[in-house]
């Protein structure tokens, strides 16, 4: 499991720094965002989900998303969409409503 950081969608606000639960993410010289230990990352996808820019992607493995495929997040308010990219460019997304997701 592993992710990778577009740096140049980053604004190297650090939030998926401060949350990584394994100390595995950094800042480069330039100030941005950088998987130092991208082996180490066991997939709990807090970074993706602290991205406000969604220069985080997570590799999917052959039989989540299909081989090739990554997964980000962008949110509007409440909401938090999950995109899930295929690796011939389609894509889907699943919406969560997270003010709803602790109501049951
Ligand atoms: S949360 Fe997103 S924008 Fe902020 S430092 Fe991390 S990758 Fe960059
Ligand atoms: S998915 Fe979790 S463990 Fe992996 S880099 Fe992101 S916050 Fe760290």
Redesign the pocket.
């Given at each position: 499991?592993s992710?990778t950081i577009d740096t140049s969608k980053c604004t190297g606000c650090g939030k998926?720094i401060r949350?990584?639960?394994?100390t595995?993410?950094y800042k480069d010289k330039n100030g941005k965002a950088e998987?130092r230990y991208p082996r180490d990352?066991?997939?709990?996808?807090?970074?993706?989900k602290e991205c406000l820019y969604g220069a985080?992607s997570?590799f999917l493995g052959a039989d989540i998303g299909g081989m090739g495929s990554t997964l980000h997040t962008k949110r509007d308010g409440h909401f938090l969409h999950w995109h899930i990219a295929g690796a011939e460019g389609e894509e889907r997304v699943i919406t969560i409503n997270q003010k709803e997701s602790n109501k049951y």
């Open positions: 499991m992710i998926c949350v990584c639960p394994g595995l993410l998987s990352c066991w997939g709990c996808t807090a970074c993706l985080v997570y």
